[in-house]
């Protein structure tokens, strides 16, 4: 019975792994290190974590805001990329 319940529990945490990897044949679009644009303020961004999470590519960024405090925001590749054009950076 202590078996069957050890085997139990391993199976319930191994369907519960909050860790995703991304799918076989996609790519994160950015590196970290880069600088992006958020499309809403113009702020740039630096990448400092690329992360897979329920189904969509997000990104850990560290920006300033007008006060020169550091912060921390997490945005989809999505939010990114539909930023216009002249608004994103690579640097």
Request: glycine letters at 6%; a positive charge.
């Amino acid at each position: 019975m202590k078996k069957f319940l050890l085997l139990l529990l391993i199976g319930i945490m191994a369907s519960c792994d909050p860790v995703k990897k991304l799918p076989e044949g996609e790519e994160f679009q950015y590196d970290i290190g880069e600088v992006v644009y958020y499309k809403i303020d113009n702020m740039p961004m630096l990448i400092d974590k690329r992360m897979y999470k329920k189904g969509k590519k997000m990104y850990k960024v560290v920006f300033k805001n007008e006060d020169g405090q550091l912060l921390f925001n997490v945005v989809s590749e999505h939010e990114i990329l539909s930023a216009p054009p002249f608004n994103r950076a690579r640097i």
